[in-house]
């Protein structure tokens, strides 16, 4: 069965998640490529570092301060709501010792690649389409505006250098 199609005003939200995922999958690759490339190890984390700035910070202020309470007003499980802030919280922890050269090592990247990936997973698979099924139009044209006054369109990457590697 194919899943519907997402609402105009997620969409950005998924946009960014796939770039997210893009990097994930460069982190793992690169991995398998070069475990013990501490040069590359070094590259990546502040490339990543760069990434969460420019885009994940904003994706998660928009997720957090927009979709969330309206999730929350539809009745989301609120146990679960509470987990995808602590994924936030968690993956903004990681981007801390990636920014230490002290504390910086091959499993903090593959940590934070899969968290993040794990993540963006469950929120197309759960939430969005929970979001979907149950907000009204009116409540959706705000989310849309609202998501769009943080994060534009998402129709590229705001840190396009990374996707160039």
């Known amino acids: 069965m194919k899943s519907p199609k997402r609402f105009e005003s997620i969409v950005p939200l998924s946009r960014e998640h796939h770039y997210a995922l893009l990097i994930c999958l460069s982190i793992n690759r690169g991995l398998l490529q070069r475990p013990d490339d501490k040069d590359w190890i070094i590259r990546k984390a502040d490339n990543v570092v760069k990434f969460y700035q420019c885009e994940l910070v904003t994706h998660f202020k928009a997720e957090e301060e927009i979709l969330f309470p309206v999730i929350k007003q539809l009745h989301f ?42 993540h963006i997973r469950k929120e197309e ?25 943080y994060i534009g369109d998402a129709s590229k990457p705001r840190y396009r250098e990374l996707f160039d590697e």
């Open 77 to 118: 499980n609120t146990f679960a709501l509470n987990q995808y802030i602590d994924e936030h919280r968690g993956l903004e922890n990681i981007i801390l010792q990636l920014k230490s050269i002290d504390k910086l090592t091959q499993e903090n990247l593959k940590e934070f690649a899969r968290i993040l990936e794990g």
């Open 125 to 149: 698979r759960e939430l969005f389409p929970f979001y979907q099924e149950h907000v009204d139009p009116e409540m959706d044209r705000e989310v849309q505006n609202n998501i769009r006054s």
